[in-house]
C-alpha cells in the first residue's frame, strides 16, 4: 500500500521519473483512491451473492490482491465475504455505513500491501466471533486451522474494551497470538488503522484514550514489524488528534509548498536521471514526500524548511549490486554530505528495513536532497514488512536455514522473541503493562555477536549485563564479567553495535546477582530476571565492622574527613571495605613538594594522591599543615566554593612519589602473591594494602605504594595488568561532588 495515496493527509503520492533504459513515459498503475465506503455498503447488500459468483463489493480487494498474487484462489475469499455480510447484516457502524464495510476496508488495507490470501481470508472474518452468532468451531470447519487461529487471536483483542484491569491483559494475549503467527498483528494493525481513520464521529475523549494507546503500543509494534506504510499513516492522524493545532500548522506548510511554481526536488531528480542515464544504470526515480509527522519533526529540527525538505527521492534499481552502483555515481557526479550516509543493506534494521541513505548537494545552488537507493524488493519490504514476507508456514527456500538446518524465521524477530521471554516473568498485568510501553520506546537496536559468530540483538544502551540475561537466561546470575572485543570488561560495560562479547561465567549453580546490576540493566528481561532471583533469594547486608575508638577521634577531629582515606572504588561500599591509607604518616621532606609557607608540615591527600608531574595545589588545615591535592580533585572545587586560600605548591627536585593504586581482578589461588611480586619486580614498595572479601569471585584491591621515581609509575601499573586475572588497574581517582 502507498501511504501517500490513501491518506488525505498526505502531501500527495509519489512522482515518478524513469532513468536509464526505461523510457520516460512508460505507464504506470495510478495509485488507487480512497474506496467510497458508502457506495462500497450498497454493493455489499445490493450486489449478487450467488454460489460461485465473485462478489461486486470485493472487487477491490481483489483487484490489489491479484496485483501481488496473479495466481491467487479467490474462492476462500468469495465464501469468507458471503459469511461476513450475511453474519453482519443489519448492523451499523456509528458513521452510518453498513458495519461490513470495516471487514471490506480493513481486507484492502492487507491486500494492498501484499498480504496472502489466509490473511485476506481471516481479515473479512475478523469481527464474527466477537459481534455475530458465528462460532470458532464454524470458522475453523469451512476455511481450516489457520484462519480459525488468525480470528481467535484479534477476537479475544476486541472482546473485552480498553480499560485500566482489562487492557495489559487483552496486549499480552495479542503478543503471545503474534509470537506463533505474525500475521495476528498484521491484521490487528490494519483493524486499527481503519479505526483511526473513522475516529471523527466518537467523542473527544474517547479519541484521545484511542490515540494515546495507538501512539505508545502499536505504532512501535508498526515499527518494529517494519510496516512503514501503516506506521506513517496512523502516525499522522495520531498527530491530528492528539496534537490538532500543530498539525493544522504542518498541513498548512505542506499546502504552501504544493503550490509553489518551481519543484527543486523535481529538478534534481531530472539530474539523477541523467547522471544515471549516462552511466548505463536502469534506475526509476521517484519524489517520495514526506508524511505529516516527518515534516513537523524535520521542520523543529531545522527551522524555516526549503522545499527539498518536502520530501525526498527514492531510486530503485534491481540488483543490489545496482544500489552502490547508483550511490557511486550520485557521490561521484554530486557533492555527497558525509554525515548523511548510512548503510542499512550490509547491516539492516532489526525490523528487515534495508536501503542506502545519502544526501547530495547540486553544485551551482548549494541545494541538499536527501536520496534513499535500494531495490524493488527492498523496497516493498521496507513499506510492508512482515506482511510482505507471505505466510509463515509455508517451506522456507534453502537460503532461509541455517547450516545445521535449523531455520531462520523473518517473522520472528529478536525484539519479539525477546518480548514474549520476559512478559512471562511479568509478576502482574501493571508491571507488564508498564514494561511494554518502555520497552517499545526503545526505537533503535544494535547487533553484538557471540565468539561463535552468532548474533545477540540487544536495544540502544544496553550493557553485558543485558547481553549475559539474552544468551544464558537464569543461568547469567553466574556471570563474573566478559570480554568486550578481546578485551576485559564490567559487566556494567556499555555495548556499541557490532561488539563481540564473551561472558565469563562462574561455577556455582546458586549463584547470586549483584544488586547494582539493576542499575546497569536495560532491557525488561535482566531486570525482571534479576529483580525475581533477588525477591527469592534475598541477600542480607553486610554487618559494619566496627571502628576503633581512636580511629573514631581521629576521623572526626578531621575537618576534611576525605583526605586522610584511600581512594574507593565504589562511593556506596562500606566505610570498612573502603582502600585505606593505613600505615606510617604520608611522609614527604620539603625537598619532594615546595610549598609557600615556612614552617609549614606537607601532607598529599589521600582522596587523590598527587603524584609528579600532577598539576597541584594546597590548602592550609589545622595544626600548621598544608594539604596538597590535584587541581581537578573535587576537594579543590569544595575549598575555592567555601572561600579557603590556596597556598602555592610546586613539587621539588626529588622524583620519589607515594601513590593509592586500585586493583580489580577474578578470584583465584596465589594471586595476591603473583601481584605483590610484580609490583616488588618494577622497584615498589607496598606501604599498605586492603584486600576487600571477594564478591561474585571478584576481588578488589587497594595498595599504597612508594617509587623511587614517578616515571614508573606507567611501567608498574601495566606489570598489574600483566598478571593473569587482573581485568583492571587505576589511580585513586578525585572524588566527585554531588553537583
Not at 495510478?30 to 461486486?56: E, F, H, M, Q, V
Not at 525538505?309 to 557533492?335: I, K, N, P, S
Not at 568486550?484 to 546477582?513: F, I, K
Request: proline share 7%; glycine share 8%; hydrophobic share 40%.
Amino acid at each position: 500500500m502507498n501511504a501517500e495515496a490513501v491518506n488525505p493527509a498526505s502531501p500527495g503520492p509519489m512522482t515518478p521519473a524513469v532513468a536509464g533504459g526505461v523510457a520516460p513515459s512508460a505507464p504506470r498503475r495510478k495509485s488507487r483512491p480512497r474506496i467510497d465506503l458508502r457506495r462500497l455498503g450498497r454493493a455489499a447488500l445490493l450486489g449478487s451473492t450467488a454460489r460461485g459468483r465473485l462478489p461486486d463489493a470485493i472487487g477491490h480487494v481483489v483487484e490489489a490482491h491479484r496485483a501481488h498474487h496473479p495466481d491467487a484462489d479467490l474462492d476462500p475469499l468469495r465464501r469468507a465475504y458471503v459469511l461476513a455480510e450475511s453474519s453482519h447484516r443489519g448492523q451499523m457502524r456509528k458513521s452510518g455505513e453498513p458495519y461490513i464495510t470495516h471487514p471490506l476496508a480493513v481486507t484492502l488495507i492487507l491486500a494492498e500491501l501484499g498480504a496472502e490470501t489466509t490473511t485476506l481470508t481471516a481479515s473479512l472474518l475478523h469481527d464474527t466471533v466477537e459481534d455475530t452468532e458465528v462460532t470458532l468451531d464454524q470458522v475453523g470447519e469451512e476455511f481450516g486451522a489457520e484462519v480459525r487461529y488468525l480470528v481467535d487471536g484479534v477476537t479475544k483483542l476486541e472482546k473485552v474494551d480498553y480499560g485500566a484491569a482489562a487492557e495489559p491483559e487483552t496486549f499480552r494475549k495479542m503478543l503471545l497470538a503474534t509470537g506463533n503467527d505474525v500475521r495476528v498483528m498484521s491484521i490487528k494493525l490494519a483493524d486499527r488503522l481503519h479505526n483511526m481513520r473513522t475516529l471523527g464521529v466518537m467523542r473527544r475523549e474517547k479519541q484521545e484514550r484511542i490515540a494515546k494507546v495507538t501512539r505508545d503500543v502499536l505504532i512501535p509494534l508498526a515499527e518494529r514489524l517494519g510496516v512503514q506504510a501503516l506506521k506513517s499513516e496512523l502516525e499522522d492522524l495520531v498527530f491530528a488528534v492528539m496534537h490538532p493545532e500543530e498539525y493544522e500548522h504542518t498541513r498548512k506548510l505542506v499546502d504552501e509548498n504544493a503550490a509553489r511554481a518551481d519543484d527543486p526536488l523535481a529538478a534534481v531528480a531530472d539530474e539523477v536521471r541523467k547522471v544515471l542515464r549516462e552511466a548505463d544504470i536502469t534506475a526509476e526515480v521517484l519524489i517520495r514526500p514526506r508524511h505529516f509527522v516527518s515534516v513537523h519533526r524535520v521542520s523543529r529540527k531545522r527551522g524555516p524548511l526549503g522545499g527539498a525538505d518536502f520530501g525526498r527521492l527514492l531510486v530503485l534499481v534491481q540488483e543490489d549490486a545496482d544500489c552502490y552502483a547508483v550511490l557511486g555515481e550520485l557521490h561521484t557526479c554530486m557533492t555527497p554530505v558525509v554525515s548523511e550516509f548510512k548503510d542499512f543493506i550490509a547491516v539492516p534494521k532489526f525490523n528487515l528495513y534495508q536501503s542506502l541513505h545519502t544526501a547530495v548537494a547540486r553544485a551551482h545552488d548549494g541545494q541538499v536532497v536527501e536520496v534513499l537507493i535500494r531495490t524493488h524488493q527492498m523496497h516493498k519490504v521496507a513499506e510492508a514488512g512482515v506482511v510482505a514476507l507471505g505466510n509463515p508456514y509455508a517451506q522456507p527456500p534453502e537460503e532461509q536455514t541455517t547450516g545445521d538446518g535449523e531455520r531462520i524465521d523473518p517473522t520472528r524477530p529478536g525484539w519479539l522473541s525477546r518480548l514474549l521471554d520476559w512478559q512471562r516473568g511479568a509478576p502482574d498485568p501493571d508491571t507488564f503493562w508498564s514494561t511494554l510501553r518502555e520497552d517499545l520506546a526503545q526505537d533503535r537496536e544494535i547487533t553484538v555477536f557471540r565468539p561463535d559468530g552468532r548474533a545477540l540483538g540487544l536495544p540502544e544502551g544496553a550493557t553485558c549485563v543485558d547481553a549475559a540475561y539474552a544468551q544464558y537466561g537464569e543461568d547469567a546470575h553466574a556471570s563474573m564479567g566478559a570480554r568486550v572485543n578481546g578485551r576485559l570488561a564490567t559487566m556494567s560495560t556499555v555495548l556499541r553495535d557490532g561488539d563481540t562479547v564473551q561472558l565469563l561465567m562462574g561455577q556455582d549453580p546458586a549463584s547470586q546477582p549483584s544488586r547494582e546490576w539493576l542499575e546497569h540493566a536495560h532491557t525488561p528481561a535482566a531486570r525482571i530476571a534479576i529483580q525475581r532471583r533477588l525477591a527469592s533469594h534475598p541477600v542480607p547486608e553486610p554487618e559494619p565492622e566496627p571502628v576503633p575508638a581512636a580511629e573514631a577521634e581521629r576521623t572526626s577531629g578531621n575537618s576534611e574527613g576525605s583526605e586522610s582515606s584511600g581512594g574507593s572504588l565504589s562511593g556506596d561500599a562500606p566505610a570498612a571495605q573502603r582502600p585505606a591509607a593505613d600505615g606510617p604518616p604520608l611522609r614527604t621532606a620539603s625537598a619532594d613538594v615546595l610549598v609557600d609557607l615556612p614552617g609549614a608540615t606537607v601532607r598529599l591527600a589521600g582522596c587523590c594522591t598527587p603524584v609528579p608531574p600532577d598539576e597541584i595545589t594546597g590548602f592550609a588545615v589545622r595544626g600548621g599543615v598544608v594539604t596538597v591535592h590535584r587541581a581537578e580533585c573535587a576537594v579543590v572545587t569544595r575549598m575555592k566554593s567555601a572561600g579557603r586560600p590556596e597556598v602555592g605548591v610546586g613539587w621539588g627536585e626529588s622524583t620519589q612519589c607515594r601513590v593509592t593504586l586500585l586493583a580489580e581482578s577474578f578470584g583465584r589461588p596465589h594471586l595476591l602473591a603473583d601481584l605483590t611480586e610484580a609490583m616488588a619486580l618494577e622497584g615498589a614498595e607496598i606501604v599498605s594494602a586492603t584486600v576487600e572479601p571477594p564478591d561474585r569471585q571478584r576481588v578488589r584491591h587497594s595498595y599504597t605504594v612508594l617509587l623511587p621515581d614517578a616515571a614508573r609509575l606507567p611501567a608498574l601499573m601495566r606489570a598489574m595488568r600483566d598478571v593473569a586475572g587482573v581485568y583492571d588497574v587505576s589511580r585513586a581517582q578525585p572524588q566527585t561532588t554531588g553537583v
